[in-house]
C-alpha cells in the first residue's frame, strides 16, 4: 500500500470516528471537520464505506444495550450475537450509502486543472445531493440521525437556517463547511489564495449565522396553556411483570390526580404506558394523552391515545405508523411470521398523517424514532398543528440516544416554529420552545410529573411551504455553473 494510500486511510478513519462522536454528543462543532476529512479522501470511493461505517457504528453504539435479551425469551447464548448483528448491519448499511455518494463524487469530481469556480460548483452539486438524500433517508424505516442534527445542541443559531431550508439544507451547509476547511488545507502553502478563501468563508459563515439567528428570532405567539408531564421511570425489562401490571391503574390515577392539583390542563405519558385497550379505573379529571396500545381490526397497533375529562376510556387515538424493524415489525415469508424482538408482540402500522384533532388544542404527533421524519411532521403542522408531541420509550438505552432524540425534537421545533414536548419513559422528558431551545429537562432515569407552560402558535416557515425547493435550486446551480458555465467560449 502507499504511502498516499494509508494517509487517506487514516483520514477516513478518524473522519467516521469524529462523525459518530459529533451526533447527540453535543460536540456538533467538529462535524464540518470529520466532512473535511471525507472530502479529502474522496479520490477512493471505497474510503467512502469505511467513513461511513465508523460513523454509525460510533453513533449508534447504544443499540448494543440491547443486550441481554433473555427478557423477550432470546436464549443468552444469542443474545449477544443478535445484537451485534443488530449493530454490524445499521453500520454497513451507513457506510454502503456514504461509499454510494463517494463513488458518485469519484464519477462526476471536476476535470483536471478545473477552475475553482467548477470545483465549488461541483462541491454544491454533492453537497445538495446528500441533503436530498438525508430526507429520503429519513422516511425509511432505519433510525437515521443525519449530518443536519449535528448542529444541536451547539450552534443553534446556525440550525437557524432550517426554519428556511430543514435538516437536509443544514446537512448541505455543513457538507460545504466541511469542503471549506479542507480546500484551506489544500491551498495553505499559497497564502494570497488561502488568505482570500479564509476571509470569504468567515464571512459566508458569520451571514448564515445572522441569517439563522434572524429567523429563530421571529415569533409566532398565540396563547399559552398549563400541560403536565409525567415520566414514568419504568424500566423496559420490569414494565410486564405482574407485579408492575397491578400497579399500574393506580400509578396512572395518582399521576391524573397530581396534575390536576397542578392545574394541568391535560396530562402527557410516554409510548405504550397503558396496555392492551385499558381502561382508566375512575373517570379522568383532567384529559390524558399517553402511548398505549389497542387492537384495530385484529391488528395490535402502538398508538396516542386520548382519554377526555371525565372519560375512563379513550376516544380518539392515531397509531404508530413507522415501526422499528426486527424490534416491531418483521415481514412475512411464505407464510412463516415471527413476532420480533419486542415483548408485546408483532405491531401493525396506522395511517402515516401525524395530525391529531381533539377536544384540545390541535397536536403534531410523532411516536418514538417518527421524530426522525421531519416532512411527516412539516405535513402535520401545516395542515393546522398549533404545537408538536413525541412520545418515546428509550430504555434500556443510555444518555446517548436520548441527547440524540433531543436534537432532533430540537430541529422539529425549528423547523416548523411550534413548541414542542417530549415525553419517554426514562427520559428525555423536556419542553422546547419554537426557537429550539430547551426550557426544561427532567433528570433522566426519575419518576416526575411537572407543569409546564405550552405556548400555541399557528403561522407557516419557509421550509413549511418550499420543504425540498431551496435544494433543488441549490442543485441546479450546481448542474449549470459546473457544465454550462457562463464564461465558457
Not at 29 to 54: C, E, K, N, T, Y
Request: aromatic content about 12%; overall charge positive; glycine content about 10%.
Amino acid at each position: 500500500m502507499s504511502n498516499e494510500r494509508i494517509v487517506l486511510l487514516v483520514f477516513s478513519s478518524v473522519g467516521g470516528t469524529l462523525a459518530g462522536f459529533s451526533i447527540g454528543e453535543g460536540f456538533g462543532l467538529i462535524m464540518p471537520f470529520a466532512l473535511a476529512l471525507l472530502w479529502g479522501s474522496i479520490s477512493i470511493p471505497s474510503l467512502g464505506f469505511l467513513w461511513g461505517l465508523l460513523a454509525v457504528l460510533v453513533s449508534h453504539r447504544w443499540l448494543l444495550d440491547l443486550h441481554p435479551l433473555e427478557w423477550m425469551g432470546v436464549p443468552s447464548a444469542l443474545s449477544f450475537p443478535i445484537t451485534l448483528f443488530i449493530w454490524m448491519l445499521c453500520g454497513v448499511v451507513g457506510g454502503m450509502l456514504i461509499g454510494g455518494w463517494t463513488f458518485l463524487a469519484h464519477k462526476i469530481r471536476p476535470i483536471k486543472n478545473a477552475s475553482f469556480k467548477n470545483k465549488i460548483f461541483n462541491a454544491l452539486i454533492l453537497a445538495s445531493l446528500w441533503g436530498l438524500a438525508e430526507n429520503l433517508l429519513a422516511e425509511w424505516p432505519l433510525f437515521w440521525v443525519g449530518i443536519g442534527t449535528s448542529v444541536l445542541p451547539g450552534d443553534r443559531w446556525l440550525a437557524g437556517l432550517a426554519r428556511l431550508i430543514g435538516s437536509g439544507g443544514l446537512a448541505c451547509v455543513q457538507l460545504l463547511i466541511g469542503w471549506w476547511i479542507w480546500q484551506l488545507v489544500i491551498t495553505y502553502r499559497r497564502k494570497i489564495v488561502w488568505k482570500r478563501l479564509f476571509c470569504w468563508g468567515i464571512s459566508l459563515l458569520l451571514i448564515a449565522h445572522i441569517i439563522g439567528w434572524n429567523l429563530l428570532s421571529k415569533d409566532m405567539n398565540s396563547e399559552s396553556i398549563s400541560v403536565a408531564m409525567w415520566q414514568t421511570n419504568i424500566p423496559i425489562r420490569e414494565k410486564f411483570s405482574n407485579k408492575q401490571i397491578d400497579r399500574l391503574p393506580q400509578s396512572v390515577q395518582r399521576a391524573l390526580s397530581q396534575a390536576n392539583e397542578l392545574g394541568a390542563s391535560f396530562l402527557l405519558a410516554p409510548e405504550g404506558t397503558l396496555t392492551k385497550d385499558q381502561e382508566l379505573i375512575a373517570p379522568a379529571p383532567i384529559s390524558f394523552l399517553t402511548g398505549g396500545f389497542r387492537w384495530v381490526k385484529n391488528q395490535q397497533r402502538s398508538s396516542l391515545l386520548i382519554f377526555n375529562k371525565g372519560k375512563k376510556k379513550y376516544e380518539e387515538a392515531i397509531d404508530k405508523y413507522r415501526l422499528v424493524p426486527l424490534g416491531e415489525w418483521v415481514p412475512d415469508f411464505h407464510g412463516f411470521s415471527w413476532r420480533g424482538l419486542s415483548a408485546v408482540g408483532g405491531l401493525h402500522s396506522g395511517d402515516p398523517s401525524r395530525k391529531l384533532i381533539w377536544n384540545g388544542p390541535s397536536v403534531a404527533a410523532a411516536i418514538c424514532y417518527e421524530i426522525s421524519d421531519g416532512r411527516a411532521v412539516s405535513k402535520a403542522v401545516n395542515a393546522g398543528s398549533e404545537w408538536i408531541l413525541a412520545l418515546a420509550n428509550l430504555d434500556p438505552y443510555p444518555k446517548l440516544l436520548q441527547r440524540q432524540f433531543l436534537a432532533l425534537s430540537q430541529l422539529r421545533s425549528i423547523e416548523n416554529s411550534r413548541d414542542l414536548i417530549t415525553v419517554a419513559n426514562t427520559g428525555p422528558t423536556s419542553l422546547i420552545n419554537s426557537s429550539g431551545k430547551i426550557q426544561v429537562l427532567f433528570p433522566s432515569y426519575q419518576e416526575k410529573i411537572g407543569l409546564v407552560e405550552l405556548h400555541l402558535r399557528q403561522g407557516k416557515t419557509g421550509y413549511m411551504i418550499l420543504g425540498q425547493f431551496p435544494l433543488l435550486v441549490f442543485l441546479l446551480i450546481g448542474f449549470v455553473g459546473q457544465y454550462f458555465p457562463i464564461d465558457r467560449k
